[in-house]
């Protein structure tokens, strides 16, 4: 039977008589096998820091819909220019709804870049945008028109989740990127993971119908089309903070290699608290994150001045996240 088909038949399946599937599956599965996976992410945890895994001031930091909706006001821009002075903050992506903001920006924050953060679901997983639909597309296009008539210094695009291999969404690169470049303005992506094992974005497609990870070919091809991406590094499932602080150091070198060199590579950090199995709050911390990536820097290109990190996101983040970020990142 074709995977795929095998995997559409799963889905179909009782969620009990899919548990049952599982369980005989993680059954079989040697536990040295499981043990070896476990050890090789704790290892990558492992490593003497360099002092040059440090800032490059390119930065980002997601910002939430207060600062769109009427509850931000220019005080509030006050007190964030003081919390990003002295940082590597070179990016703010916002939902595109308020111009006050940018001009706000621009006048006390010189230096920062303000991106129109857009953001959607996305077919075949959710019933939202085609984005293999040509007028689709054109619409996307003229609402990335509109940001940059705005004065923004550029777009930023959070579409969830795209499939690796879709086409519309790197023709779609292709149409707004033509625009940006003509405005004199960046183009921004978030991405998925990377696949930790070859293949693994296709057995959880076929399986559960969610595709969590992009293969590295088709992050290179998203990369070569954009002007930045940041990588969505959390809701790992990773229950230690070893673990977590090893698969961020194995998801910055597979990005490393990824990406092309004029290309500014963002790893996400985990800027809220979560417990749930897929994020835990005591695992994914600031600290093991940050210490990852300085680990996978130094191991795949140290000196590379287009990296960075991006936080994710304002109005979830503590006053300890800030400091675990300027401490550990900053120096």
């Known amino acids: 039977m ?50 040059d895994a440090r800032t490059r001031g390119r930065d980002a930091v997601w910002l939430g819909h207060a600062w769109v909706d009427g509850r931000k006001t220019d005080a509030d821009v006050a007190a964030l220019a ?37 953001g959607d ?12 639909d040509a007028a689709t597309r054109d619409r996307v296009t003229a609402s990335a028109r509109q940001v940059l008539d705005l004065g923004f210094d550029g777009v930023h695009f959070d579409m969830e989740p795209i499939r690796p291999g879709s086409a519309g969404w790197l023709a779609l690169l292709d149409q707004v990127r033509a625009v940006t470049a003509g405005r004199g303005a960046k183009l921004s992506v978030a991405a998925p993971q990377i696949d930790p094992l070859p293949g693994l974005h296709t057995a959880g497609i076929a399986l559960s119908g969610h595709g969590k990870w992009w293969d ?5 091809a998203t990369a070569r089309r954009v002007d930045q991406i940041a990588v969505m590094t959390y ?16 998801q910055t070198e597979l990005a ?6 004029d290309v500014d590579l963002l790893m996400g950090l985990p800027f809220y608290w979560d417990d749930t199995w897929a994020h835990r709050g005591g695992a994914e911390t600031v600290d093991a994150a940050v210490r990852g990536v300085r680990l996978g820097l130094a191991r795949e290109d140290l000196h590379r001045p287009a990296f960075g990190v991006a936080l994710y996101v304002d109005f979830a983040a503590t006053p300890e996240d800030w400091a675990q970020y300027r401490r550990g990142w900053v120096g």
């Open 82 to 118: 003081r919390q990003l002075d002295g940082t590597g903050i070179r990016d703010l992506y916002v939902h595109p709804r308020a111009q006050w903001f940018v001009e706000a920006v621009h006048r006390e924050l010189p230096k920062i870049r303000v991106q129109g953060w857009l």
């Open 2 to 51: 074709p995977f795929s088909a095998f995997g559409a038949r799963w889905r179909g399946w009782s969620w009990w008589r899919r548990a049952l599937v599982a369980l005989a599956v993680a059954a079989a599965v040697p536990v040295a096998t499981i043990g070896g996976l476990l050890v090789a992410l704790r290892l990558h945890d492992v490593g003497r820091l360099s002092p």
């Open 121 to 132: 679901e996305v077919k075949p997983e959710k019933d939202a945008l085609d984005l293999e």
């Open 256 to 261: 490393l290699e990824a990406t092309p060199k």
């Open 216 to 220: 590295q070919a088709y992050f290179t």
């Open 235 to 250: 809701d790992t499932s990773m229950q230690t903070e070893p673990l977590f602080g090893g698969y961020v150091a194995l």
